[in-house]
C-alpha cells in the first residue's frame, strides 16, 4: 500500500503562488497516471491535472490552464503542483491521486485507487 502526504498549502493572497508537493512511500511510486483533484465547501471534488505515467504528458481543468503546472520527480518519488496567479476561488483542499490509468490521463475520481490526506489552500482577495 502507498502513502501519501501533501504539503505545501496555506494563506497566500489573491495572484500569488504556492507550490504544492505529494510524497509517495511504502512501495513503487505510481502504477499509472497520477493527478491533483480539489473540493471547495459545499461543492464535489474536481479535477485539476494530472501527468502520465512517463511524465510526458499533461492534462488541466480549463480554469487552471496556463496558470498551474503539473510535474512528477520519479527518482523523489514526489508529484508537484506549482499554481501561480492564484485566485479565491482556487480555494479548496487540494488531493493528490495515483494508481490512474496505464495508456491516458485520468481526469474523473474513479480513474484513481489511492489519495492523499488533502492539504488547504486558502487564496484571499
Known amino acids: 500500500q502507498v502513502q501519501l502526504v501533501e504539503s505545501g498549502g496555506g494563506l497566500v493572497q489573491a495572484g500569488g503562488s504556492l507550490r504544492l508537493s505529494c510524497a509517495a512511500s511504502?512501495?513503487?511510486?505510481?502504477?499509472?497516471?497520477m493527478g491533483w483533484f480539489r473540493q471547495a465547501p459545499g461543492k464535489e471534488r474536481e479535477f485539476v491535472a494530472a501527468?502520465?505515467?512517463?511524465?510526458?504528458?499533461?492534462e488541466y481543468a480549463d480554469s487552471v490552464k496556463g496558470r498551474f503546472t503539473i510535474s512528477r520527480d520519479n527518482a523523489k518519488r514526489t508529484m508537484y503542483l506549482e499554481m501561480n496567479s492564484l485566485k479565491p476561488e482556487d480555494t479548496a483542499v487540494y488531493y493528490c491521486?495515483?494508481?490512474?490509468?496505464?495508456?491516458?490521463?485520468?481526469?474523473?475520481?474513479?480513474?484513481?485507487?489511492?489519495w492523499g490526506q488533502g492539504t488547504q489552500v486558502t487564496v484571499s482577495s
Open positions: 491521486a495515483v494508481d490512474g490509468p496505464t495508456f491516458r490521463l485520468g481526469v474523473r475520481l474513479l480513474d484513481y485507487k489511492n
Open positions: 511504502g512501495r513503487t511510486f505510481s502504477s499509472g497516471a
Open positions: 501527468i502520465s505515467l512517463g511524465g510526458t504528458k499533461t
